[in-house]
């Protein structure tokens, strides 16, 4: 899963620095405003068409979901590499963005599926940290290899792995979506009635447990079993469900604001380091060393704090169990880092100077830094609190994402050319202030807001 993330996000990321020769590359030539909508579109259509992945994955589960969307992407990587002309490479382009969506959704779902609650921080900071490396190694190489062997290499290069990864994903991930229903029902325990629902909470282990040690139930089965679970309608109006809840608003605006920063970094920052004074050229994509090197200080932070922070605080329960918002206080110096950064960045390209880069390959450090830790913190809160339908609250976040950086990254070069850059990055900053606010109720009034909104959780089976 982690694998497929970095993919997604090197496919979706790494056409951006390569923009200033793709401008020379591709005929008819484009102006660079034009070329970025390569860029907004495809991270548009990864967060909104999650709106159908999920719930398909919900109805007939998580691998075939998986599989199909893994196939799609070889095969929109090679329209990419063949594609001849502007229009044909953004459609290209646009179902590209299709294929990678469930890399944000599916995948950290799937995490959340195997591992417990005092784990689950831990993998989705692996997670996480590929999901961030994917856009900085793209950013670092992208340029490079539009520059040496040609814009289309770049998508055979995605076209290799992700055929490596659907191989993968084909003989190593089984099922994880685990239908109780079905095997209380199977196992014909007193606890299913009637009408399907799943009264006796306090027999899950055991019940769990002889399910396991079912042959049906086993990993080689498991890499084939299809099957459709019902409530299709209910499980595509689920999405749309999940904001009634406080925390998906406050993930959602976190992981948009954050990941907008970052793509109009990336699609921005080439483009100032290919100007006067600083002239790079193909070594553009190396302001995303700055971002990598955070992304990378941001996943140890997070692997360490966020899971000592829940056992610690459950210790001094008497109950042994600590509360979802417990997570939340790891985030906030993360939060305060990014915020800066994004700010940072604006001043330093507002004030070309030969060595201003550096300015701005640490504040992308700072933006990278928080995109590994705000992000892997959020999801493990929604796991937490809403655990049952997360991949419907990952929906949202992925919209949400994808919505701000298709607008920041749309018309963010235009902004720039006529207004500079303080004053698009100032702005960015105050909005992400104002997202990073919201963390403060939800840690105090967390709680409070899950029990006033438990009566909007779905009641259909399985939930």
């Known amino acids: 899963m982690g694998l497929f993330s970095f993919i997604a996000n090197f496919g979706s990321s790494g056409l951006a ?12 030539p484009q102006p660079i405003s034009k070329l970025s909508y390569l860029v907004a579109v495809c991270v548009l259509m990864q967060g909104c068409s999650n709106v159908f992945w999920v719930p398909l994955a919900n109805a007939f589960g998580r691998r075939p979901i998986l599989i199909l969307s893994m196939l799609m992407g070889v095969f929109f990587s090679v329209w990419c590499g063949l594609a001849d002309g502007f229009g044909s490479l953004l459609a290209a382009r646009a179902l590209q963005g299709v294929a990678f969506a469930p890399a944000d959704t599916i ?56 055929g490596f990864n659907l191989l993968c994903e084909v003989f190593l991930v089984p099922e994880t979506l685990f239908d109780r229903q079905s095997h209380l ?23 769990e447990l002889a399910a396991g040690n079912n042959s049906n139930t086993s990993a080689g089965p498991s890499l084939w079993t299809f099957a459709y679970r019902g409530h299709l309608l209910q499980h595509f109006l689920d999405p749309w469900r999940s904001l009634a809840f406080p925390g998906t608003w406050v993930v959602m605006l976190h992981y948009g604001g954050l990941l907008g920063g970052l793509v109009t970094i990336s699609t921005v920052g080439p483009q100032f380091l290919a100007a006067p004074p600083y002239l790079w ?59 800066m950064g994004i700010l940072i960045f604006g001043l330093s390209a507002a004030n070309p100077s030969p060595h201003a880069w550096a300015g701005m390959a640490v504040a992308y450090g700072m933006v990278g830094f928080g995109i590994t830790q705000i992000p892997s913190i959020g999801l493990s809160y929604l796991i937490d609190s809403y655990n049952a339908i997360s991949a419907d609250c990952f929906v949202m976040t992925a919209i949400a994402r994808s919505v701000v950086s298709f607008a920041w990254t749309f018309f963010v070069t235009q902004w720039i050319e006529t207004s ?4 698009p990055f100032g702005i960015f900053t105050l909005i992400m202030g104002l997202f990073a606010l919201l963390t403060f109720p939800l840690w105090l009034f967390g709680k409070r807001m899950r029990i006033a909104t438990a009566g909007y959780l779905p009641t259909h089976a399985n939930h």
């Open 281 to 339: 050229g193909n070594d553009v994509g190396l302001l995303g060393f700055g971002g990598f090197i955070g992304s990378l200080l941001g996943g140890v932070a997070t692997y360490v704090t966020t899971d000592l922070l829940v056992k610690r605080l459950a210790k001094k329960e008497s109950h042994g169990l600590a509360e979802p918002e417990s997570r939340l206080p790891a985030m906030f110096p993360a939060l305060f880092l990014s915020t």
């Open 185 to 207: 029902v199977q196992e014909q325990h007193p606890s299913v009635t009637g009408d399907g629902s799943f009264n006796d909470k306090a027999n899950v282990d055991k019940i």
């Open 17 to 28: 620095p390569a923009l200033e020769i793709l401008e020379y590359q591709l005929l008819p």
């Open 107 to 162: 995948a950290p779902d799937v995490i959340g599926e195997i591992f417990f609650v005092h784990q689950r921080g831990r993998a989705l900071a692996i997670y996480t940290l590929f999901l961030a490396g994917g856009s900085f190694v793209g950013g670092i190489a992208g340029a490079y290899i539009a520059g040496d062997l040609g814009y289309r290499y770049f998508f055979w290069i995605c076209t290799a792995l992700f």
């Open 420 to 423: 500079g850059a303080a004053l």
